[in-house]
């Protein structure tokens, strides 16, 4: 008989999270409706478990898809009615001009699932699940995936990939049914992509969208191998915010005069959703073409004195 230790294997603190979202994936597969994770689900499998929504599961599917995944979660019992969890509820309960002091997804339809938990599993929490439209957080990224995406495919890649950090750890990765993500590329210009969307927000978030990014490139970047994540992955000009974001140089002013230029170009094409939460495009505009005088004169002066 081979020796046991008395302590159980640590669980990954989003295991919870984790398990629902996969139920979730499931029933999606099932309903053929393409789909691919966002929020703090997409995020934990490279980052920390998120501090703004912890609770909350998202899934961004194709808007013309979305009634579909409202009915399936209709059919799965999940609740439409207003949150009754109290402060442990659900943070779509007030509308988006609510000020927020982190960025996160603000679905378009939402449903409740809740359970007890703590102490004699008696307080009541809310596990959120979100569905939100792609053309409003993914519009860069080519369709969503309806069948499980191939070991190489550079957009898609599942929850249960043995490359991914932690993946044998207890509650994450191989225990549960798989969950599509986005390629660590691809989750990288998203973020950035929606901190560039959401430049013309009347109030400032205290954290930008790609705040996960210098925690990744920290301590998740190299465990990955290169197949799967090497900075040459990352397209165009969000490889360079990468680089800038991830190593703290201090060409600080260059990135956001790309950010700058980036939100023009997408503006004028048309190519860009409006943000979720309250915004004005003439206060920005007025706002860029002073910030870049002297955006502008900073950054020659970082590079005249590195």
Known sequence: MGWESRFPPPKHLGGRQLEFGSQIAKLFDYAK??????????????????????????????????DASIRALRVAGLSEDPCTAGYAGCCWAKIPDHYYPYPFPWPAKHFHRYIMEGFYEKKTACYSVGLLRKSQWLWLMPDLPLEFPEPNDPNFIL???????????????NSFYPIKLLTPARWIESLFSLHIRDLSVDRRFRKYWYHHVVQFHAEFARQLPPELFHIDLIQGPFRTLYIEEADRRNTYNYKHLLMDRLWEEWQEAGSMPDPIYPFNIKRYKKLK?????????YWIDEIMSG
């Open 289 to 297: 073409k002073r910030r870049s005088v002297w955006l502008y004169e």
């Open 159 to 173: 929850s249960t990939d043995r490359r991914l950090p932690d993946w044998d750890m207890n509650g994450i990765g």
């Open 33 to 66: 409706i393409p789909y691919v994770a966002c929020g703090d689900l997409m995020n934990l499998h490279y980052h920390e478990d998120g501090s703004a929504t912890a609770s909350d599961i998202c899934f961004v599917v194709p808007d013309d898809r979305l």
